[in-house]
């Protein structure tokens, strides 16, 4: 079973960055795609930044975090980052981190990031 370590969340101030890192554990594969979704109260997950290996590497970001969230990976492709940077209250949700291997998901068990005033 694959266990995830997320840190990095908490609360800032408009304009301000904290970078998110996800470390997984145990069971882990050949990775296919890893990466953030968020989930504000009263919405659905959405994606925020997938980072695929198999290949050519290549990330996606969804359109309301392009230019300001960067997301990365190490050597091992144990750990996923995401760099936040000019962070907007609308960007206040729980961040999940996500493991795609041999076919299957993976999930942290998430980090809350507050922007606020």
């Known amino acids: 079973q694959v266990h995830f370590v997320e840190s990095g969340g908490g609360v800032v101030q408009p304009g301000g960055s904290l970078r998110l890192s996800c470390t997984a554990s145990?069971?882990?594969?050949?990775?296919?795609?890893m990466g953030w979704y968020r989930q504000a109260p009263g919405n659905a997950r959405e994606m925020v930044a997938t980072?695929?290996?198999?290949?050519?590497?290549?990330?996606n970001y969804a359109d309301s975090v392009k230019g300001r969230f960067i997301i990365s990976t190490e050597n091992t492709k144990n750990s996923v980052y995401l760099q936040m940077n000019s962070l907007k209250p609308d960007d206040t949700a729980v961040y999940y981190c996500?493991?795609?291997?041999?076919?299957?998901?993976?999930w942290g068990q998430g980090t809350q990031v507050t922007v606020s005033s």
């Open positions: 996500y493991r795609e291997q041999l076919g299957k998901d993976y």
């Open positions: 145990g069971g882990l594969f050949v990775v296919a795609v």
């Open positions: 980072i695929s290996i198999s290949g050519v590497t290549t990330t």
